[in-house]
């Protein structure tokens, strides 16, 4: 089931936080969102093959899929872009990833030459129109993939994180926002210290999203954060967290 984000009439952001089974405990939840403006549709992080028939009905209320104009990829990981194939066969959407990333993408799809239909975002990040607003692709580099980025939509103010604040909670719970912050952490903490790459790029992001006017972040795992309260939480939070190579010794590199 769809949970609206944001709805004006016109501007639509949808969230998806349960289309991973929830008897599926050996896969990782995992959420999908799509953004809809003036007829023109883009998913973002739309998942594998585990969400695809289930969001491929859930959108259909606010969108029909054969319109799709992009798919949104922060990174390569399966669960971000394993559909792949699927959606390039059932629509004609674009798919906007890295592009240190673009040569890899035909490694999920079937073999045929989608090469056209493939946008490399550069590493500054770029702007993505979409019916009449232009959705922002951020650098989010090392956080945690090499070629890493979140995207911004100044209309409904709302962050798409990607891994940046993930949460590692049952299904049910990733639905609602977080209320309390620090009973969160420990669902944060042991995800974004290994994840992360290291507190330096951590506040290298958090500078960044602070010139932006953000109401909401929204993770690919878990619970969102809403309200610029809870945000300013996260990125203060996040500022000062120890993470990635801070944290590795030599005692990491020895041979078993």
């Keep these: 089931m769809a949970v609206e984000l944001y709805n004006d009439g016109t501007h639509i952001c949808l969230?998806?936080?349960d289309l991973v089974d929830e008897e599926a405990e050996h896969a990782v939840q995992c959420n999908q969102f799509l953004i809809v403006d003036g007829g023109h549709g883009a998913l973002v992080d739309p998942g594998g093959?585990?969400?695809?028939?289930?969001?491929?009905?859930?959108?259909?209320?606010?969108?029909?899929?054969?319109?799709?104009?992009?798919?949104?990829?922060?990174h390569p990981d399966p669960d971000i872009i394993a559909s792949l194939n699927k959606w390039m066969v059932?629509?004609?959407?674009?798919?906007?990833?890295?592009?240190?990333?673009?040569?890899?993408l035909p490694h999920f799809t079937t073999g045929r030459d989608y090469s056209e239909r493939i946008i490399g975002i550069p590493d500054e990040g770029m702007l993505i129109p979409l019916g009449g607003s232009?959705?922002?692709?951020?650098?989010?580099?090392?956080m945690h993939s090499e070629g890493n980025f979140q995207f911004y939509d100044p209309v409904a103010k709302i962050l798409f994180s990607g891994d940046m604040g993930a949460s590692l909670i049952d299904h049910v719970l990733a639905g609602a926002p977080v209320k309390d912050f620090d009973a969160h952490i420990?669902?944060?903490m042991g995800f974004h210290r290994r994840y992360m790459v290291s507190n330096k790029i951590c506040r290298y992001w958090v500078n960044m999203v602070r010139t932006l006017d953000v109401e909401m972040i929204v993770p690919q795992h878990g619970a969102r954060f809403e309200g610029k309260e809870m945000v300013a939480?996260?990125?203060?939070?996040?500022?000062?967290?120890?993470?990635g190579i801070d944290l590795m010794t030599q005692d990491n590199y020895r041979a078993p």
């Design 49 to 74: 093959n585990m969400t695809y028939n289930g969001l491929l009905m859930g959108m259909q209320r606010y969108f029909p899929s054969r319109n799709l104009d992009y798919i949104l990829a922060s």
């Design 134 to 142: 232009k959705l922002k692709a951020l650098p989010a580099h090392f």
């Design 90 to 104: 059932t629509t004609r959407c674009r798919v906007l990833i890295s592009k240190l990333w673009t040569r890899f």
């Design 15 to 17: 969230a998806f936080y």
């Design 233 to 243: 939480r996260f990125l203060s939070w996040i500022e000062n967290l120890p993470c």
């Design 186 to 188: 420990p669902s944060m």
